[in-house]
């Protein structure tokens, strides 16, 4: 049957939808995606989303990278304020390396970004600007060493092993070298409640129960029981605990014993 005189055809039709304003919109998001010069400098956004998680979804190209969605707003909560400066960047965990790029490119130019993993293979993966260091941070004396060669450390990711003893070691032994101001990121957390990497509900010796007794620890200030339960040098440098599914991140301080004061005039 002939088509009306006026109608379109479907293919004209086709091509006024994807001619409008919200098609190209969504075109040109795509194209941006695809292009490798995007997945390079990913960690930009021109419409002031979460860089992170842009960066993940256009890196269809690059080394691989496997995080649960959620942890992108927490790492750019807590990590924004460090990007574009000179600071050191630490990331337990390599794996395929593309974790450490993704942090290249969104702390800038200036970051040091080092990597630790137990696997040789990791070495190959060094770059300009990202370091590899091979070692098991099961062993304190390898993270003793390891706090030594790199020095002070304004940011650290905990994306290791997962296994409590390597948790709890890395964060005792390098929690001295945060700075002030720094910050301690440990991922994964939801190990602590799985039998195969040695935890459980309430299970002593994980690392959610060991961060527990952190969370008393930071009171300490206001202990009734100073023989059992005294001011320590976590008491004094841990400033805040921020828990997350899956995530704690610790802010690094100089804590003092906090003071009470009171202002203003009675109401009553």
Same mark, same amino acid.
């Given at each position: 049957?002939?088509?009306?005189?006026?109608?379109?055809?479907?293919?004209? &039709?086709?091509?006024?939808?994807?001619?409008?304003?919200? &098609?190209?919109?969504?075109?040109?998001?795509? %194209?941006?995606?695809?292009?490798?010069? *995007?997945?390079?400098?990913? &960690?930009?956004?021109?419409?002031? #989303?979460?860089?992170?998680?842009?960066?993940?979804?256009?890196?269809?190209? !690059?080394?691989?990278?496997?995080?649960?969605?959620?942890?992108?707003?927490?790492?750019?909560?807590?990590?924004?304020?460090?990007?574009?400066?000179?600071?050191?960047?630490?990331e337990? #965990?390599?794996?395929?390396?593309?974790?450490?790029?993704m942090?290249?490119?969104?702390f800038?130019?200036?970051?040091?970004?080092?990597? *630790?993993?137990?696997?040789?293979?990791?070495?190959?993966?060094?770059?300009?600007?990202?370091?590899?260091?091979?070692?098991?941070? /099961? =062993?304190?004396?390898?993270l003793?060493?390891?706090?030594?060669?790199? !020095?002070?450390?304004?940011?650290?990711?905990?994306? /290791? /092993?997962?296994?409590?003893?390597?948790?709890? %070691?890395?964060?005792?032994?390098?929690?001295?070298?945060?700075?002030?101001? !720094? *910050?301690?990121?440990?991922? =994964?957390?939801?190990?602590?409640?799985?039998?195969?990497?040695?935890? #459980?509900?309430?299970?002593? #010796?994980?690392?959610?129960?060991? %961060?527990?007794?952190?969370?008393?620890?930071?009171?300490?200030?206001?202990?009734? =029981?100073?023989?059992t339960?005294?001011? =320590?040098?976590?008491?004094?440098?841990?400033? /805040?605990?921020?828990?997350?599914?899956?995530?704690? *991140?610790?802010?690094?301080?100089?804590?003092?014993?906090?003071?009470?004061?009171?202002?203003?005039?009675?109401?009553?």
């Amino acid at each position: 049957m002939p088509k009306k005189s006026g109608s379109p055809t479907l293919r004209e &039709a086709a091509r006024r939808r994807l001619s409008s304003e919200p &098609a190209m919109r969504v075109r040109r998001a795509l %194209a941006r995606r695809l292009d490798p010069a *995007v997945q390079d400098s990913g &960690a930009k956004s021109s419409r002031g #989303g979460n860089p992170l998680e842009e960066y993940f979804h256009a890196n269809n190209r !690059g080394r691989r990278i496997h995080k649960w969605l959620h942890y992108f707003d927490i790492y750019d909560r807590h990590l924004r304020p460090y990007r574009d400066k000179p600071v050191t960047i630490v990331e337990f #965990g390599v794996s395929h390396g593309g974790s450490l790029q993704m942090w290249k490119a969104y702390f800038g130019p200036q970051a040091r970004i080092v990597g *630790v993993d137990i696997n040789p293979k990791c070495a190959a993966l060094e770059e300009p600007q990202i370091e590899i260091v091979i070692g098991d941070q /099961g =062993d304190r004396e390898f993270l003793r060493s390891l706090a030594a060669r790199i !020095g002070p450390i304004d940011v650290l990711i905990e994306d /290791g /092993g997962h296994r409590m003893t390597q948790q709890i %070691a890395t964060f005792e032994e390098m929690w001295p070298s945060i700075v002030d101001g !720094g *910050v301690f990121l440990i991922e =994964d957390l939801h190990t602590s409640y799985w039998a195969k990497h040695h935890g #459980g509900y309430q299970r002593q #010796g994980t690392f959610i129960e060991y %961060a527990k007794n952190l969370i008393d620890q930071q009171h300490a200030w206001h202990s009734e =029981d100073p023989d059992t339960f005294e001011v =320590d040098d976590y008491t004094r440098s841990i400033g /805040g605990m921020h828990a997350y599914d899956s995530i704690i *991140v610790f802010d690094k301080a100089t804590v003092t014993e906090p003071i009470s004061k009171t202002k203003g005039m009675r109401s009553h």
